[in-house]
């Protein structure tokens, strides 16, 4: 009972995480002009949205390291990517 409870408070922990860091990603794109600093903050948010997402909602903070490996460097390289095209 007490694990569930754990559990369930991480989860609402992380949820409220996500909640703040995209208010946060949309507010800092909205009120600031685009520029090299806001594109690597808002890759920064993303890959750890990214992260969150892969170990708390998906659970595969404890699954085998490639499965975590491969979700995590999805997370990081695609928004690295769209970062690096923005700029090309």
């Known amino acids: 009972m007490l694990s569930k409870l ?7 922990i992380s949820a409220g995480l996500l909640l703040i860091l995209t208010l946060l990603s ?4 909205r009120y600031y002009p ?9 890759v920064l948010l993303t890959i750890i949205k990214g ?3 892969t170990d708390v909602f998906m659970e595969l ?3 085998p390291g490639n499965w975590r490996f491969l979700l995590l460097a999805y997370a990081v390289v695609i ?3 769209l970062g ?5």
């Open 6 to 12: 754990r559990e369930s408070t991480g989860i609402h």
């Open 26 to 29: 949309i507010g800092l794109s």
């Open 34 to 42: 685009a520029s090299w600093w806001l594109t690597v903050t808002l």
């Open 51 to 53: 992260q969150q997402i």
């Open 61 to 63: 903070k404890h699954a």
């Open 79 to 81: 928004p690295i990517l």
């Open 84 to 88: 690096g095209i923005l700029y090309l």
